[in-house]
């Protein structure tokens, strides 16, 4: 009878081994991936704040002037060719 229950607290004990030992690999793998996604988030912290840097340099008012009268050869007009048009009466802006 003692040798059943030495038997089966061993069977119980090496259950439990099993387990610890798996829930410790699975808690490493998702360490792992943890630590993946933040080298991912950081990069993509990096890469939107190069991004915003090319989008405030392409959408300087300096620059987009050279490109429309270069590139596009577009010019101000002259102040005669202006007309101001006043709004409707009655109508909110």
Same mark, same amino acid.
């Given at each position: 009878? +003692?040798?059943?229950?030495?038997?089966?607290?061993? /069977?119980? @004990?090496?259950?439990?081994?099993? *387990?610890?030992? !798996?829930?410790?690999?699975?808690?490493?793998?998702?360490?792992?991936?943890?630590?993946?996604?933040?080298?991912?988030? +950081?990069?993509?912290?990096?890469?939107?704040?190069? /991004?915003? @840097?090319?989008?405030?340099?392409? *959408?300087?008012? !300096?620059?987009?002037?050279?490109?429309?009268?270069?590139?596009?050869?577009?010019?101000?007009?002259?102040?005669?060719?202006?007309?101001?048009?006043?709004?409707?009466?009655?109508?909110?802006?």
């Amino acid at each position: 009878m +003692r040798h059943k229950i030495n038997a089966a607290l061993a /069977l119980v @004990l090496l259950a439990c081994a099993i *387990a610890v030992i !798996s829930a410790r690999h699975q808690a490493r793998t998702l360490f792992v991936e943890l630590q993946a996604a933040q080298r991912e988030a +950081r990069e993509l912290d990096i890469e939107w704040g190069r /991004l915003l @840097l090319e989008q405030s340099t392409w *959408a300087m008012h !300096s620059r987009i002037e050279v490109v429309a009268h270069h590139q596009l050869h577009m010019a101000a007009p002259d102040a005669t060719r202006i007309h101001l048009i006043a709004p409707a009466e009655g109508r909110q802006p």
